[in-house]
């Protein structure tokens, strides 16, 4: 059995931080990529950023100079360091994993910003 957790989410002022982690656990033989998506209220689920197994990192462009995605190996645990945080980045965020060859979600962490 497969299980991500993730956790850090928050209410934060803009400009603010956040620092949200998940950790995959079970029957894992090999992950290729770990990511984050995010989804607001009425709007479809966007992909925020992704890092390789390897450590190549891709960003949507909304968050390329904010956001940084990091893995553990070792802990099987990806992070979003979220930095000069906005209101339009209010969202749920969702983890995301390729364990052996095969998608697995989160249940997601509510990232409220504001004022």
């Known amino acids: 059995q497969v299980q991500l957790v993730e956790s850090g989410g928050g209410l934060v002022q803009p400009g603010g931080s956040l620092r949200l982690s998940c950790a995959a656990s079970?029957?894992?033989?090999?992950?290729?990529?770990m990511g984050w998506y995010c989804q607001a209220p009425g709007k479809r689920r966007e992909l925020v950023a992704t890092?390789?197994?390897?450590?190549?990192?891709n960003y949507a462009d909304s968050v390329k100079d904010r956001f940084t995605i990091s893995r553990d190996k070792d802990k099987n645990t990806v992070y979003l360091q979220m930095n000069g945080l906005k209101p339009e980045d209010t969202a749920v965020y969702y983890c995301?994993?390729?364990?052996?060859?095969?998608?697995?979600w989160g249940k997601g962490t509510l990232v409220t910003v504001s004022s």
């Open positions: 995301n994993v390729d364990i052996n060859g095969m998608d697995y």
């Open positions: 890092v390789t197994r390897a450590g190549s990192t």
């Open positions: 079970g029957n894992i033989f090999r992950i290729n990529v």
